[in-house]
């Protein structure tokens, strides 16, 4: 347990889950999309669905999806700066089967064309849990150093990543995979014990089967 769990995170707003949280989700959202979203659909479960409005809860995930801060005091003006940034974001009620209440489902669009989907929940004091990448399984909290990386099943990709980061004195805390099918695309998750340099990202994206890196610094 850390202080945050006692006292709670520094943030604008008047729920830890429903706005911390939610600009905590947000941000991954739009740093797995790696450039300015123009469209943002967000599905909204549970309690976060029935109280988002009175809460923040929108403004919390837009301002995230635009890489504020759960501190930043812009979060309250979100909506407006999101429609002056060209940003496009839409919210509905969803219900998902065994989620936790308050689960936000994110689909991006970049300027590129680019798409990513995130599932998210926010479960107290400000902590997260994302559970779902291009619907597949992940489990990543946003505490630790996070590899999140896209890649073609084939034999001896993981080892590839594994030495790689062992190469760099990078050392892992935790591993997941998930993939959708035998030989198709999969994705790993990768908590590591200290930073990450941009470069060395941009290096491990270059190895065989990658399709890409993206590096999450502690939310």
């Given at each position: 347990m850390n202080v945050f769990d006692i006292i709670g995170p520094v943030m604008i707003g008047p729920s830890s889950?429903?706005?911390?949280?939610a600009v905590r989700i947000?941000?991954?959202a739009g740093a797995l999309l790696g450039e300015p979203a123009v469209s943002a659909q967000v599905g909204l479960h549970g309690s976060f669905a029935k109280t988002y409005k009175g809460h923040g809860t929108d403004k919390a995930l837009a301002a995230g999806i635009m890489g504020m801060l759960p501190s930043d005091g812009r979060i309250r003006h979100s909506l407006d700066l999101a429609e002056e940034k060209g940003l496009d974001i839409s919210f509905q009620e969803v219900f998902i089967d065994g989620?936790?209440?308050?689960?936000?489902q994110i689909t991006l669009c970049g300027k590129s064309g680019k798409t990513i989907?995130?599932?998210?929940?926010?479960?107290?004091?400000?902590n997260i849990r994302i559970c779902k990448v291009n619907g597949?399984?992940?489990?990543?909290?946003g505490e630790s150093?996070?590899?999140i990386i896209l890649h073609n099943d084939t034999p001896g990709c993981i080892a590839a990543v594994t030495r790689f980061l062992a190469q760099q004195n990078i050392n892992i805390g935790s591993?997941?995979?998930s993939r959708r099918q035998k030989g198709g695309l999969a994705v790993m998750t990768l908590e590591v014990d200290s930073p990450v340099t941009a470069s060395l990202n941009q290096a491990l994206e270059q190895l065989p089967n990658i399709i890409s890196s993206t590096v999450l610094a502690p939310q």
């Open positions: 889950s429903h706005t911390a949280g947000g941000r991954i989620a936790h209440p308050n689960t936000a989907s995130v599932e998210g929940a926010s479960v107290g004091g400000g597949m399984e992940v489990e990543i909290s150093t996070t590899f591993f997941r995979l």
